[in-house]
């Protein structure tokens, strides 16, 4: 009997311990991705002359091509979105943020082999959420959990760094000769991105969707580290009033 009531204590605890299993291992992919080395570069649209396209706004008939800039190139250029190569020319991370403004569109890591192992994606309303993904399928964890939008991540993220490829037409992804390295250990003064419907007043503190001065807590909103305590980050607005405290892994680091 007393057996019997182990297996059954163990079979409702298994979908917890599968959870915490794969997290826990992507997780620790995507921090020795953010300890790596990585070149930064940029990839813009270019008009039917193959000049950089600058308009806040553009259409789509105006793009003819894409290509791939490093950090001196970019002064009034209209940026698609950010990638980070590795030292063996390999996409690790992309990041992209919405036209309109400075909030989280998409941050997708890759592994070596090009494939997607975590995003984040954020449509700006209550389409927004975050992706696990290992040789089992994708693990997906919706904000809010009442989300219809079960598969809103396909319009965020891609798959691979194939699709990047076969979406902008590059034949081969490549960083610029001159790009910028650079890494993501967090510190003091660094942009990040919340990745988080709620904050703390404190470490392991009260939660809470308001943080301090009443400033309202939105997922992929841009924010300030202020300082670093035991996995734990306090963070700023922009306008560097303080907000609260997060965990260190519910934000991304912005460079």
């Given at each position: ?11 409702l605890l298994s979908?917890?311990t ?8 992507i997780?620790?992919?995507?921090n ?8 930064i570069?940029?990839?813009v ?7 950089v ?7 789509f ?5 894409y290509k791939?800039?490093?950090d ?24 992209k943020?919405?036209a309109d ?5 998409s ?23 975050k ?14 959990k009442?989300?219809?939008c ?5 319009a965020?993220?891609?798959l691979?760094?194939?699709c990047?490829e ?15 390295r650079?890494?993501?250990?967090p510190?003091v ?23 301090e001065?009443?400033?309202?807590v ?5 924010v300030?580290?202020?300082a ?11 306008f560097n ?5 997060i965990?260190i ?7």
């Amino acid at each position: 009997m007393r057996m019997i009531i182990i297996l059954y204590i163990l079979f409702l605890l298994s979908p917890y311990t599968f959870a915490q299993s794969y997290k826990a291992i992507i997780q620790t992919e995507i921090n020795a991705i953010n300890k790596m080395p990585l070149w930064i570069a940029y990839l813009v649209p270019l008009d039917s002359f193959g000049e950089v396209i600058n308009n806040e706004y553009m259409e789509f008939n105006q793009i003819h091509s894409y290509k791939i800039l490093d950090d001196g190139q970019i002064n009034n250029v209209n940026v698609l979105f950010t990638m980070y190569f590795d030292r063996n020319n390999k996409i690790r991370k992309v990041f992209k943020r919405w036209a309109d403004g400075g909030a989280l569109h998409s941050i997708a890591y890759y592994n070596s082999n090009g494939r997607l192992i975590y995003g984040v994606y954020n449509k700006g309303d209550e389409t927004h959420g975050k992706l696990y993904a290992d040789t089992s399928g994708f693990h997906i964890k919706h904000f809010p959990k009442e989300n219809e939008c079960k598969d809103c991540f396909e319009a965020y993220l891609f798959l691979s760094t194939k699709c990047i490829e076969t979406q902008y037409n590059i034949i081969m992804l490549q960083r610029p000769k001159n790009a910028k390295r650079t890494n993501f250990t967090p510190q003091v003064g660094d942009s990040a991105i919340l990745c988080s419907t709620h904050i703390y007043s404190l470490p392991n503190g009260e939660k809470t969707a308001k943080g301090e001065d009443g400033i309202t807590v939105q997922f992929g909103m841009p924010v300030i580290i202020s300082a670093l305590t035991n996995g734990w980050c306090r963070v700023n607005s922009i306008f560097n009033a303080p907000i609260g405290y997060i965990p260190i892994q519910n934000i991304e680091i912005i460079k």
